[in-house]
């Protein structure tokens, strides 16, 4: 866990999104708490992780999703070499819920 993310506030956002019931639910409150390029920047962040994931190709991806290869860069290395796993911990548990 990165120490300079721990804080109070941090918690009780953790805490809040972690409250929601669904989907709606989650709409509604990002809706609020971010900007729509806020939202789709992390919603395109973790299309690039699954599509990295499956062994796409950064041409591949910067067509699907428009992200830049910056962008790809910065997922690829928080994915593969980062010790917090948590675009892998998502994944994975997206994965086994489709498999159900």
């Known amino acids: 866990m990165n120490s300079k993310l721990k804080n109070s506030a941090t918690d009780f956002l953790f805490k809040a999104i972690?409250?929601?019931d669904n989907e709606e639910d989650c709409y509604r409150f990002f809706e609020d708490l971010c900007t729509s390029a806020?939202?789709?920047?992390?919603s395109q962040r973790l299309v690039v992780a699954?599509?990295?994931?499956?062994?796409?190709?950064?041409?591949?991806?910067?067509?699907?999703?428009g992200a830049s290869t910056a962008t790809i860069s910065r997922v690829k290395r928080s994915l593969f070499d980062n010790d917090t796993y948590g675009y892998s911990l998502v994944?994975?548990?997206l994965k086994n819920e489709d498999a159900e």
């Open 91 to 93: 994944l994975d548990k």
């Open 38 to 42: 806020e939202l789709k920047a992390m």
């Open 18 to 20: 972690l409250s929601l």
């Open 50 to 65: 699954k599509m990295l994931t499956e062994k796409k190709v950064y041409t591949e991806i910067v067509k699907e999703t």
